[in-house]
């Protein structure tokens, strides 16, 4: 059997848009008696199209707070969307995530949330208002009413099928 151990001490360059995509051999089989492939370099374009479309979803990742009568605040981690989304207070509890394309449509859209960092037990419920405009409340569990200040470094997450 051919050993295809990697040169460690050759050092591959690239800068912050590039990454590399790693293959093992070309052929059949478990490598033996096939050429190694080398590493390629693959924009971070390409490599987002490549598993946006492996997932079947675009998606919208982040953690937002709110507090007092201000708008939510998104700490953006990912955004496939190819939308400027931007969050807006509406009511105590009543927030808008605002698209600047049309993205959002009720059969097509999963919005998940993970479990609230603060001290006041609540959950989110959200409407698609329009393609435009996402409607998001926090409703206290004690309560059952909307209010401010639940959302404290809770991480969320749309999901945008085609």
């Given amino acids: 059997m051919q050993d295809f151990t990697p040169n460690l001490d050759k050092k591959i360059s690239f800068n ?3 990454l590399i995509k790693f293959s093992s051999y070309k052929g059949e089989g478990n490598g033996a008696g096939s050429t190694p492939f080398f590493p390629e370099r693959v924009s971070w374009q390409e490599l987002k199209s490549q598993l ?5 979803y675009t998606r ?3 953690i937002v707070t709110q507090t007092s009568t201000n708008a939510p605040e998104p700490t953006e981690l990912l955004n496939e ?3 400027v989304l931007t969050w807006t207070r509406e009511a ?8 600047s394309i049309p993205i ?3 059969d097509k859209l999963a ?3 993970g479990a609230p960092n603060s001290f006041a037990p609540s959950y989110i419920v959200t409407d ?3 393609t435009t405009e996402l409607s998001v409340r926090t409703v206290g569990h004690i309560t059952g009413f909307q209010g401010d200040d639940l959302l404290k470094d809770n991480f969320i997450e749309v999901r945008i099928y085609p």
């Fill in 128 to 130: 698609v208002n329009s």
């Fill in 16 to 18: 912050d848009k590039d």
């Fill in 60 to 62: 919208y990742e982040a």
């Fill in 52 to 56: 946006s479309s492996s997932l079947g």
């Fill in 111 to 113: 919005f998940i949330s």
């Fill in 81 to 83: 969307t190819g939308a």
């Fill in 104 to 106: 959002f449509a009720d």
């Fill in 92 to 99: 105590p509890g009543g927030y808008l995530l605002t698209s």
